[in-house]
């Protein structure tokens, strides 16, 4: 599988410099890729577009690999998450892939490779995904009753649009400055959160927003959404169990602003 993924990252890195000539070298002759748009390439349309500048590529991040191999053939198939274009089309958005790789004396060549769009990122709106599907929130933990997620952001880049429909609380592990837009809205002024902060949130209604990094560094927070509340209030005060546990994820890295606890949350987290 190893071997694969650095095969696939290779040729990732290739697209990103415009390297027309190592993909040349990585594509088979006989190369048949099915586009998103269920139109079929070859080789020369591959290079073609890539040589002229028609195909360029701001950044690419794959995830969820998985290699199956049969002695010299190999099918890898995963999710890219690619910011691009295609002349003045925008190719930005999440993508679900299949790519057909045969060894041969100088290595691992593609002979048939698929993309399908799962979400689109363009300049007006884009269909929400569930939080847990949101490519830069990492699930930690899961049960009936919460999720744990790690949500980080690289300075410049930009959420999906996501839906969060229950109670929220956040530690903040670095200080970032991030902005919010809101599904059809205009985006928000820009914000600075701290490193140690933790904050909770009731949601009434879902909000369905994405968050912008406009900082020079990281976000990087520990999110918890609560799926429902115990039949029961907690017998110890929300705020001091809150801080416990604000601590402990923390595991003294950083010394959280707990004293902000009490007046943001005690409805929120019991």
């Not at 009731?202 to 927003?209: F, G, L, R």
Request: aromatic fraction near 6%.
């Amino acid at each position: 599988m190893q071997e694969l993924t650095a095969v696939e990252e290779r040729f990732n890195r290739a697209l990103l410099r415009s390297d027309w000539r190592t993909i040349e070298q990585m594509q088979a002759d006989e190369l048949v890729f099915t586009n998103t748009d269920r139109s079929v390439s070859d080789k020369a349309t591959e290079l073609g577009s890539l040589r002229s500048g028609d195909v360029k590529f701001d950044s690419i991040e794959m995830s969820d690999v998985k290699v199956d191999q049969f002695v010299d053939v190999s099918v890898v198939t995963g999710k890219l998450i690619e910011k691009g274009r295609s002349k003045i089309d925008d190719l930005s958005g999440t993508y679900r892939f299949t790519d057909v790789w045969v060894k041969r004396r100088g290595g691992w060549q593609l002979v048939a490779g698929q993309e399908t769009l799962v979400s689109a990122v363009t300049s007006g709106q884009q269909t929400p995904v569930a939080v847990d599907e949101e490519p830069h929130h990492h699930v930690l933990f899961t049960n009936e009753f919460v999720i744990v997620i790690r949500a980080t952001l690289g300075a410049g880049e930009t959420t999906l649009y996501h839906v969060h429909s229950h109670d929220t609380a956040d530690v903040n592990l670095v200080s970032s400055t991030t902005s919010e837009e809101l599904f059809g809205k205009q985006e928000g002024l820009p914000e600075t959160s701290h490193a140690g902060d933790v904050s909770a949130d009731s949601i009434k209604e879902s909000i369905t927003h994405r968050v912008r990094n406009v900082g020079s560094g990281p976000m990087d927070t520990f999110h918890v959404e609560f799926l429902q509340r115990p039949a029961q209030p907690s017998s110890q005060a929300a705020a001091r169990v809150a801080a416990e546990i604000a601590e402990h994820m923390l595991s003294q890295r950083l010394r959280p602003n707990l004293h902000r606890l009490p007046q943001q949350c005690p409805e929120t987290i019991r």
